[in-house]
């Protein structure tokens, strides 16, 4: 008998060993593929739905932006505020919309040419503060420099930050600025009503302006 013969059984032992590991390194190489792509599967539709969903919220906020943007020229360009910024009848408009719209903004006041409020509503009281200058406002000098819409920065005043978007008024028949309409809208209670607050295991909303400086961080769904 060969020695090849003899050695037949232990050939065939390491060739069955030789196929187990081979079939159980090709199954878990084949696994690991699998589960690799099962998980790129998933972070991509997670992203795709986060995409959306981001993109259904900017869109809102957007278009509540429009409405108080919309609103502020109406008001600027109204009759009573085109007659001054002091008649009872402009007063009680500005009333008037600052209840329409006061599920998103904070406050709808009016500054005269010389940056003095004449009418204001608010949260905290209205007509507070009348008579107040407000002069040394960036965003009051800008709109009265630029003659356009200015939508500030932002304003931090006890743990409360604001934003301010104002309109300056116009006079139709001179052409020279008589003051403006603004409104201010806190950011927290804003980006609130898109979604929820407080729950560490939601994810989160962090919105900047077109400076790409941290504007207000929230919890959104």
């Avoid at 406002?137 to 500030?152: A, D, I, Q």
């Avoid at 304003?155 to 300056?168: C, E, G, H, L, N």
């Avoid at 809208?185 to 009503?193: A, D, E, H, T």
Wanted: net charge neutral; proline share 2%.
């Amino acid at each position: 008998m060969s020695i090849f013969s003899k050695r037949i059984p232990e050939i065939g032992i390491i060739s069955i060993i030789l196929i187990i590991l081979f079939s159980f390194g090709l199954l878990v190489y084949i696994q690991n593929i699998t589960e690799h792509d099962i998980k790129e599967n998933l972070f991509l539709q997670h992203q795709q739905r986060q995409i959306i969903s981001t993109q259904a919220i900017s869109m809102h906020i957007g278009s509540d932006m429009n409405l108080v943007v919309s609103m502020l020229d109406g008001l600027a360009n109204s009759l009573y505020l085109q007659q001054g910024t002091y008649s009872d009848n402009a007063k009680k408009m500005v009333g008037e919309k600052y209840a329409q719209f006061k599920g998103i903004i904070d406050g709808l006041f009016v500054l005269d040419k010389n940056n003095i409020l004449t009418i204001s509503y608010s949260k905290s009281g209205s007509q507070s503060n009348l008579g107040a200058d407000y002069s040394f406002r960036g965003w009051v000098e800008n709109t009265r420099l630029t003659l356009k819409p200015v939508f500030s920065d932002g304003f931090d005043r006890q743990d409360t930050y604001t934003i301010f978007m104002s309109y300056p008024i116009i006079s139709r028949e001179t052409g020279q600025y008589m003051g403006l309409i603004a409104t201010s809208i806190p950011s927290v209670p804003f980006f609130s009503q898109y979604g929820s607050r407080g729950d560490i295991n939601t994810q989160f909303l962090v919105a900047y302006n077109n400076a790409s400086k941290w504007f207000e961080q929230d919890i959104c769904r």
